[in-house]
């Protein structure tokens, strides 16, 4: 994901996992009219997400807003938006 601010690099927000949960794959990107989406997924699986916290290092030095998506094992859904 790049933007125009940032001489053609991705920008630093890329989302940290706690210690102990993976990452099933690397992130996608798809190019939109506007801008460039990104998706990464962590996989809690049995450690549980509960208490933990995602960093977002460098998010501050962006005019980017990052949209988090939770799914648990037991079906509950939500999503907010972590502004920098």
Do not use: C, Y
């Not at 690099?9 to 939109?32: C, I, M, N, Y």
């Not at 549980?48 to 939770?70: M, Q, S």
Request: glycine residues 10%; charged residues 30%; without cysteine.
């Amino acid at each position: 994901m790049a933007d125009a601010g940032s001489g053609g690099k991705a920008p630093p927000d890329r989302p940290q996992a706690p210690r102990r949960h993976k990452r099933p794959e690397g992130p996608t990107s798809q190019e939109l009219a506007d801008s460039e989406l990104e998706r990464h997924w962590i996989d809690a699986g049995r450690n549980n997400l509960a208490g933990k916290t995602i960093e977002f290092p460098g998010l501050e030095l962006t005019i980017t807003d990052d949209v988090v998506r939770v799914e648990t094992l037991g079906g509950r859904k939500w999503t907010t938006i972590v502004h920098p």
